[in-house]
């Protein structure tokens, strides 16, 4: 099996403040990958770079065997991106909102139509197709904006947060449709703040924290190491038990972008 | 079938630019206030500037902005000929429709109306003025115009004297038939006399400068501001990730976005050349094409400023509030509202500056002299140099914010 992602020395400073410090990363060809930290860690920052949203200051990596810099177009046509926030247009309804990023990655006519209507059909809102998005509940929202990424059927997935703000029967909806989505040999990389959910959905995770990788392996693995029963007890343990907005862990959010 | 090159960017700047305007038309309020705005603005200013034409500026000599106002007249003089002088200045208050004239038995009660509001004006016939007419003198008539409000002071003072200019005119060419029979009084009132040419097609109202100006400045900030309120919105709630994510060409964003908002920028300028025409006897003489190719840069011309602001702002209030600072000056400095002429020369140099005077410019001489593209060539120059210069600094900006 081959890797679907390599990073070398990765690193994205914002002034003095390094975000991401020298992350080296290899994610296999169809695992989940589970990137974990705390907020401010540089996970979103980490993902941003490797989605070609943000250049790295220094260091390279590889997506899908593209450079994320010389090679960003080619990176991006084998990538689908569910972000932080719901990348989705409110007034629209999901049909056109559909259509609309799937024409951006080049398809068009019937092929698109069915594609919307069987991913539509697959988060079960045939029903509120026509009705703009806005209207939507957060649950009804995140599920066509996770499929809103399969468009165009990509390799690899970043998926940043995918079951916030979510109730439960979503969530269950939504880590199912990612363990579907596996199936089919996608890679794809999670980051989550939630443990069980980590635990649950990836293959391998990464606990990073002050821009660097503490540790990577599998959820057993780790477990194993550090002779503990769940994933909190590791992310803990390497983190730290202190709360992270005291005022002397804070940074200016305007130093530091979206990390 | 993904497309390559050239095409697949113009393709999927028009789905972009599809896109944003299928989001503006489903926001039913905001087509609403967008439609409505030019509407409200042009009758507002229609309705400012409804008498001054440059026809009865020259000719007719009573230019006002103001109907009927109310002014008193006192006979202190109490004599035949007195009457008779009140008499015409009330008729020809009337018939040119300056002012509504009512008599006052004393300057005081007069007075008192004034400082109720009630008149703007006295005009006091004193003591002894048909007696200094009697024995060719000259006689003097006493304005007193409510100085509260200097510019209506002004305007009174220019209007009196008009129609005080014509009564003595009368006056005089009464006498002059009188003295020398057969003699043509006017010839010899006024031996040389100014007759007045139109330059301008048909009647040339106030309108005329305006609406031209009202368009520019219409597409030129409706894209601006437009363009800044679109980028920063996508940028806020994340749809610009989405896009930026995707293989698309970073200046084809860019295009898509000029592109959604010079349409809605023409669609509010096309409104108010509609109602110029229809309300307010604005008549198009030139060419429409050559208009809309000077709207069109009037856009391009500003929108690399526009994205520069929006790229370096970050966020949405910040972008429209730094635009403010630009828009509000070039309203009043680019010969848009009133001729740049009245303007110190720092502020005409500054006027002169921006692209917005050059697309009023140009548009002033399309719709109004029927100007062919040799006479506005020296205009669209500037603008596609100023469109060169910005956008070519804008691109790069751009880019870097979505991406650092």
Known sequence: MGLAIEAFGLTKRFGSFTAVDHVDLSVKEGEIFGLLGPNGAGKSTLVRMLTTLMRPTEGTAKVGGYDIVNQADEVRKIIGLVAEKLILYPRLNAVENLMFFGRLYGMGGEELRRKVDELIEMVRLERFKHFPIGGYSSGMRQRLNVVRALLHDPKILFLDEPTAMLDPQSIRFVRDLIKDLRKGGRTIILTTHIMDEAEELSDRVAIIDHGRILVVDTPEGLKARFGVSNLLEVFLELTGRDLRDRAENRVPIRAIGRV | ?404
């Open chain 2, 1 to 404: 079938m993904i497309r390559t090159g050239a095409r697949r960017a113009i393709y999927v700047t028009m789905v972009m630019a599809h896109k944003d305007l299928l989001d503006f038309w489903k926001a039913k309020m905001l087509v609403v206030s967008f439609t409505l705005f030019p509407i409200v603005m042009m009758a507002m200013f229609g309705y400012m500037f409804p008498s001054i034409t440059s026809t009865n500026l020259y000719a007719g000599k009573f230019p006002s902005q103001y109907g009927r106002l109310p002014i008193g007249i006192v006979d202190e003089d109490g004599s035949r000929i007195s009457e008779g002088i009140a008499d015409q200045f009330a008729q020809l208050s009337s018939t040119t429709g300056l002012f509504s004239v009512r008599s006052f038995a004393s300057l005081e009660v007069a007075k008192d109306k004034m400082t109720e509001g009630k008149l703007k004006g006295v005009l006091v016939i004193p003591r002894g003025f048909s007696e200094a007419l009697s024995s060719n003198r000259q006689a003097t008539l006493i304005l007193i115009a409510d100085d509260t409000n200097p510019q209506l002071a002004s305007s009174i003072i220019g209007q009196v004297s008009s129609l005080i200019r014509i009564i003595s005119e009368g006056v005089a060419a009464s006498r002059i038939s009188d003295i020398a029979a057969g003699a043509d009084p006017e010839a010899l009132l006024e031996p040389i006399s100014l007759e007045r040419e139109p330059f301008v097609k048909g009647s040339a109202t106030t309108f005329q400068f305006l609406a031209p100006g009202f368009m520019a400045l219409t597409v030129t900030m409706g894209t601006l501001s437009g363009l800044a309120a679109s980028i920063s919105r996508e940028r806020e709630q994340g749809t610009l990730d989405g896009i930026m994510s995707s293989p698309v060409p970073r200046y084809a964003v860019i295009a898509s976005k000029l592109l959604a908002q010079t349409a809605r920028g023409m669609l509010q300028s096309f409104i108010i050349l509609a109602i110029s025409m229809l309300f307010f006897g604005v008549r198009v003489y030139g060419n429409p094409l050559l208009m809309v190719l000077t709207m069109f840069l009037a856009v391009l011309s500003f929108s690399g400023i526009g994205i520069i602001i929006t790229s370096i702002a970050g966020e949405q209030e910040t972008a429209m509030t730094s635009l403010m600072l630009i828009n509000m000056p070039m309203t009043f400095l680019s010969n848009v509202v009133f001729p740049i002429e009245q303007l110190p020369w720092f502020l005409q140099a500054i006027g002169k500056s921006l692209p917005l005077y050059y697309s009023a410019d140009a548009l002033r001489k399309i719709i109004v002299l029927n100007a062919q593209m040799h006479h506005i060539a020296p205009d669209l120059i500037v603008l596609v140099l100023y469109s060169l210069a910005t956008l070519s600094a804008a691109i790069p900006i751009f880019v870097r914010s979505v991406s650092r």
